[in-house]
């Protein structure tokens, strides 16, 4: 037995002598990115910002930038660590970055390197840039650094906020599935802040169309049932604010004599937190009504504008195929703009708060 | 005969059989099985488990014939000295390609998801001794690690609640929106997912009321569909299918959700667990194949296992790429899925003839 234990430690330390060798990554020899921005340059190149903290005393933090650019996601990061004091990983990025302009191109082949590593996570935030994310990321400065700054901005936006759930994971499955498109937040600068603009949709992974962020509020109940949201409506003779939102939406697709028809239900409960007049407990049924109607109103307009583009980020052709058989997705993306949309809601009001 | 100390009793049947199903196949059926099914491949594995309980069922009325009811004898009896060593080999050989290619796959996850830059021959010297530490003494040992190979990588089926927030009902539904030989051909693939079990053919023998043993057996092989049906679920509401047909391992997939503040990526713990699934797959396949040559050659248990381990190092090294790998994968599920389903009921009939002919006879 004294032999084979001889042998197995000379095996052992044979293996850890000739993989002691590996490259090694250790924390205070790497930099890690927290933030990429891509933006499109000449000649179908493509401009790449990363931001990466390094701590110059305790419990400090600053952010370092670095710009390049060149035809391959790759290729750049060559030109990046040509200018990092240490090797720059992606592993603990919190969000992904791509300007307008690049996003109309196509955002196929900047988001499937990310799918591809394995050292990425898919939990990570994709956003698009208003103009170019190289200033972006160059004007914005804080404390705890610009990518933990983002990915709480988004986070707490889409727990409580307008925004709908987007991330690489859900992204990454509209572009790949045949039955929906993909959607992702715009950020912009306001005075050099930044905060969220607006929603952009794609057509597969090209950006087609925008809506203001004001208007995402009524996407995300109908893209998702939503436990903390809110509604704001300025009717003609009052102004009202539901706060602590519920809703579920299910969406039913009937084919009748070879037609589609597809029918949104959309169920609201919620608490009045602001009314610009007395005693809001008198206009409940009222405000119900209006507060619907006017949803009602906001989600046809949208419908309408995703069925003129031809896109479908609510993801009526994965319903589809889930309720009619045999329904080919090919054949719905043909159909998907003349099919008549109804949006159906259901609203209660529960509470008006500690003053009737 | 096996002395009553070196046996286990009839209650660990439900970890060898449990252990040496769920293995580096967990890491990535979902796609392979969903070549023909879809989203409806999870009912293939359900079929799949149930046509392998039915193969238990024939390889317990094989085994409980015998004195010393494992493959070898049942061989020999069948088909004569010389026959039945060469079908022994055969057997043989068959386990050690599943060893080799279990090995190698677990190898790669490794490299692609871990250290990129590994040696794999130098990682192969410190896996490969301690499977023979493992299989050089006692068959206890091996129950041993097969029991734990259950215990410990179980944790792990908590971390499917956590892709669940991303599930979408749409992906799996319609249920049953494919033919019965769609599915049929998806559970021919799922079965490759089960055939580690095979090894049970060699260790029957080893088992304390071997024939009370087979309730056990039954448990076990439920308990692993139990596995791959959660795990295959889970995937198939979390992906879509146009999107799963991309990803090379699924579960690691799932994984890449998990977010922990302290713990960036789920995988590696994962990895590194569930080599404690993979480490019963390698012991009890290589015991099996060691012992099947001793028992057909009486060449002595450890030199043949040295023999067998210097074999599965060649064999990982000269395996390199995903294609080979991929490719192999594939011959092995043929190979397993003609074993269990055509060899195993062939011997069997052949077996219950020759019994006959022998009791009828001079």
Request: proline share 3%; net charge positive.
């Amino acid at each position: 037995m004294g032999r084979n234990y001889a042998v197995f430690l000379l095996f052992v330390m044979i293996s850890m002598g000739v993989n002691f060798n590996m490259p090694k990554k250790i924390i205070d020899q790497i930099q890690m990115v927290t933030v990429a921005g891509h933006d499109l340059a000449e000649n179908g190149k493509v401009t790449t910002t990363v931001v990466t903290p390094f701590f110059p005393a305790e419990s400090q933090q600053k952010d370092l930038r670095y710009t390049g650019t060149a035809n391959s996601i790759y290729k750049n990061k060559l030109k990046l660590n040509e200018q990092a004091s240490e090797q720059l990983l992606d592993a603990k990025m919190m969000m992904s970055m791509y300007n307008k302009d690049l996003a109309k191109k196509g955002l196929s082949n900047y988001v499937r390197y990310l799918l591809r590593d394995p050292s990425i996570g898919n939990a990570l935030y994709l956003a698009v840039v208003e103009d170019s994310s190289e200033d972006f990321l160059n004007t914005v400065k804080f404390s705890k650094g610009v990518g933990k700054y983002m990915e709480d901005l988004m986070r707490h936006n889409v727990k409580h906020g307008p925004l709908p759930m987007s991330n690489l994971k859900t992204f990454s499955s509209g572009l790949i599935s045949k039955g929906q498109d993909p959607f992702l937040p715009v950020f912009g600068l306001k005075k050099g802040h930044p905060r969220v603009k607006a929603l952009a949709f794609f057509d597969e992974d090209k950006l087609v169309a925008t809506i203001p962020i004001e208007k995402a509020s009524v996407f995300k109940k109908l893209y998702e049932s939503v436990e903390d949201g809110q509604y704001n409506i300025a009717a003609s003779d009052f102004k009202a604010s539901i706060q602590n939102m519920d809703s579920s939406r299910h969406i039913n697709v009937v084919q009748k004599n070879g037609q589609i028809e597809v029918t949104i239900n959309v169920q609201m409960d919620g608490v009045i937190r602001e009314f610009s007049k007395d005693r809001a407990s008198r206009y409940l049924t009222e405000i119900e009504k209006k507060v619907q109607k006017d949803f009602r109103k906001n989600a046809k307009r949208l419908i309408d504008r995703f069925q003129e583009l031809g896109v479908d980020p609510l993801g009526i052709g994965e319903r589809a195929k889930e309720q009619i058989r045999d329904v080919q997705q090919k054949k719905f993306k043909d159909v998907y703009p003349d099919i008549p949309i109804t949006v159906k809601t259901d609203m209660v009001l529960t509470e008006y708060g500690v003053r009737n | 005969m096996i002395k009553l100390k070196d046996k286990v009793s009839a209650f660990f049947v439900f970890f060898l059989i449990t252990s040496s199903q769920v293995g580096v196949g967990v890491l990535g059926f979902q796609r392979v099985i969903g070549q023909y099914a879809g989203h409806d491949a999870w009912i293939a594995v359900i079929i799949a488990g149930i046509a392998i309980s039915v193969i238990i069922w024939i390889m317990y009325r094989l085994l409980s014939h015998h004195d010393i009811g494992d493959i070898v004898a049942i061989h020999r009896f069948t088909y004569g000295k010389w026959l039945g060593a060469i079908f022994t080999l055969l057997f043989t050989a068959y386990l050690m390609l599943m060893t080799a290619v279990v090995l190698r796959t677990y190898v790669e996850v490794i490299q692609v998801w871990m250290f990129p830059h590994i040696k794999i021959w130098a990682l192969l010297l410190l896996i490969l001794p301690l499977v023979y530490y493992t299989i050089s003494s006692e068959f206890r040992t091996v129950v041993g690690v097969c029991f734990l190979g259950v215990v410990y990588p179980s944790l792990l089926l908590l971390t499917l609640f956590y892709p669940l927030k991303y599930a979408t009902l749409t992906n799996i539904m319609p249920v049953m929106d494919h033919s019965v030989t769609e599915l049929m051909q998806s559970s021919s693939l799922a079965v490759l997912e089960f055939i580690g079990f095979s090894a049970l053919l060699v260790f029957y023998p080893y088992i304390r009321d071997a024939v009370k043993s087979q309730t056990y057996a039954h448990l076990g092989n439920g308990y692993s569909l139990l596995i791959y049906l959660m795990v295959s679920l889970v995937t198939y509401l979390y992906y879509n299918q146009t999107e799963l047909r991309e990803v090379i391992w699924p579960t690691l997939g799932l994984w890449k959700i998990i977010e922990l503040p302290f713990f960036a990526r789920f995988e590696y713990l994962g990895i590194a667990t569930l080599f404690f699934a993979i480490l019963p797959n390698l012991v009890l396949l290589v015991w099996a194949s060691a012992r099947t040559l001793d028992r057909t050659f009486n060449a002595g248990h450890k030199r043949m296992a040295i023999l067998l381990l210097v074999i599965l190092f060649v064999a990982n090294i000269v395996l390199t790429d995903r294609m080979t790998i991929g490719v192999l994968n594939n011959v092995l599920g043929n190979i397993g899925l003609g074993f269990l389903f055509g060899y195993v009921p062939f011997l069997f009939v052949l077996n219950w003839i020759r019994r006959k002919g022998q009791k009828n006879g001079p």
